[in-house]
């Protein structure tokens, strides 16, 4: 092979190990949001196991759009200052509203499997909220998030020479 055989070769799979890393963190972070959301959702709904049904039992898409705007500040804390923490804006604003804006529509794909489980098949038990809201459409959503953040979020880069907090290690260019 040629060296530009090689280097080729190099570079795909160095963008190949960053995917992975990306994804094993933004799995990480997904999973502690999802129990977040998870969480939040059985309280408010649900209630605690002895004490009755939660403060927002006649309100499950309320509920839900609660549970999922707590995961989603969880989420993007653990999304910029772990998994693209190299990639994020310096404009945090800009940056959250994006993640925001991606969020609502994430929530829109799980606010549309536990609405269709719940007003169009009837299926109203914890089970059926749990599978239609919090698998389906979280898995869904998780999907379209996971898309979004890398191509719209998280497209800056930190300026050269700033250190990554996190790691301790340099964002200059070539530290990558």
């Known amino acids: 092979m040629t060296s530009a055989h090689l280097s080729l070769l190099a570079r795909l799979r160095a963008a190949w190990s960053t995917l992975v890393a990306e994804v094993a963190k933004f799995g990480t972070v997904g999973a502690v949001a999802f129990v977040v959301d998870v969480g939040l959702y059985n309280v408010l709904v649900f209630g605690l196991p002895t ?53 609502a529509i994430g929530l829109g794909i799980a606010l549309a499997c536990l609405g269709f489980s719940r007003y169009v098949l ?26 979004a953040y890398k191509r719209f979020v998280f497209r800056g880069h930190l300026e050269a020479g700033r250190g990554d907090r996190l790691s301790g290690s340099s964002t200059a260019a070539g530290s990558r």
């Not at 939660?54 to 653990?78: D, F, I, N, R, Y």
């Open 122 to 147: 009837g299926l109203d038990s914890q089970l059926a909220d749990n599978v239609s809201g919090n698998g389906i459409g979280l898995a869904l959503g998780t999907l379209f998030r996971f898309w």
């Open 51 to 103: 004490a009755g049904p939660g403060p927002l039992s006649e309100a499950p898409l309320l509920a839900k759009a609660v549970a999922t705007t707590v995961a989603t500040v969880v989420a993007w804390c653990g999304n910029r200052w772990w998994t693209f923490r190299r990639q994020r804006r310096t404009a945090k604003t800009a940056e959250f509203a994006l993640f925001v804006l991606f969020n």
